[in-house]
């Protein structure tokens, strides 16, 4: 049974992921809000409804669209994959294959495609049962986007005060299935960028909190 995400948590063989939606970067700095472009509110509708789903029997991951969400023919792209390394606070760009495929109106699926849904990538890069994030860039149409992907618990026992500075985020972050931390981590928008340090470069970053 494949188990969609309910109020931003998908609940697999006892494994929870959460598809994370991410503040706007000038949100997330504590810049004032500025008028968004098309462009901006086309990714920010898209990062909205292309989710990370997790089949319960199998503990497999993929990146998928409900079909409620689709109004209009669109053209995916998988472009990169990046997981987080906890031990050294940075991005780690996953070696996959780009991919690519139609997203098609509801009225238009073939009869054995998922029900409700329609599965954009598998990423079998991910092994079944591990705890981690990760963080899947790819484009629709002329937009780029990306998914936040946490496989682990949600509940902590430390917490973090104090803001993110600018370019860095605040995440619960699992250090196994059933055991996480609340740490400051590089946002992957700004530094999942390929040949990349995946970090900041010369800063010393709080990475976690009592």
């Not at 409900?66 to 023919?73: G, S």
């Not at 936040?148 to 509940?155: C, E």
Request: charge should be neutral; charged fraction near 25%.
């Amino acid at each position: 049974m494949l188990r969609k995400r309910i109020l931003g948590v998908i609940v697999a063989g006892g494994i929870t992921a959460l598809a994370m939606g991410l503040l706007p970067i000038n949100m997330a700095c504590g810049a004032e809000p500025q008028a968004k472009s098309a462009k901006q509110l086309a990714r920010e509708h898209w990062e909205n409804v292309v989710l990370f789903f997790g089949d319960e029997e199998t503990g497999e991951w993929s990146i998928r669209i409900r079909d409620q969400d689709v109004h209009n023919r669109g053209w995916f792209e998988y472009l990169e994959l990046w997981q987080f390394e906890r031990e050294n606070n940075r991005w780690v760009q996953i070696k996959t294959e780009k991919f690519a495929k139609a997203i098609v109106l509801p009225s238009q699926k073939r009869a054995d495609d998922p029900v409700g849904n329609q599965s954009l990538v598998e990423l079998k890069e991910i092994e079944p049962r591990t705890a981690g994030i990760w963080y899947a860039k790819w484009k629709i149409d002329d937009v780029e986007g990306g998914t936040l992907m946490r496989v682990g618990t949600a509940k902590t026992s430390n917490h973090i005060d104090s803001q993110p500075p600018s370019g860095m985020i605040k995440m619960v972050v699992p250090i196994d299935l059933n055991k996480s931390e609340t740490m400051i981590i590089p946002d992957p928008r700004v530094y999942c960028v390929a040949g990349g340090p995946g970090r900041p470069e010369g800063k010393d970053t709080p990475k976690s909190g009592k």
